[in-house]
Nanobody, 117 residues
């Protein structure tokens, strides 16, 4: 079955950096769009960044210029490099993969990112 395992979350001071990783198993990643979402307490889950199976990316306006999404299909892994972190970036970050054309999608269990001094 499909399994997504996130890592790299933690506590960081404002202005700091973190790199999230999501390793997928049970899929051929080049057939999937991959992305990161986040959910802060009391708020809806929102898209942070997405990378298509062919490479184009898109970002939430709130993270443009600070976050970078990338993927390594050979490792079935998607990354989120987060720089210039702000307290408002505090949330649980979820990895998501969605099958091209068919649309079926899967979620990771989430990793906590806390930005605080």
């Amino acid at each position: 079955q499909v399994q997504l395992v996130e890592s790299g979350g933690g506590l960081v001071q404002p202005g700091g950096s973190l790199r999230l990783s999501c390793a997928a198993s049970g899929i051929i990643s080049r057939l999937y769009h991959m992305g990161w979402y986040r959910q802060a307490p009391g708020k809806q889950r929102e898209l942070v960044a997405r990378i298509t199976n062919s490479g184009p990316t898109n970002y939430a306006d709130s993270v443009k210029g600070r976050f970078t999404i990338s993927r390594d299909n050979a490792k079935n892994t998607v990354y989120l490099q987060m720089n210039g972190l702000k307290p408002e970036d505090t949330a649980v970050y979820y990895c998501n993969v969605r099958r091209v054309m068919y649309g079926n999608e899967y979620w990771g269990q989430g990793t906590q990112v806390t930005v605080s001094s």
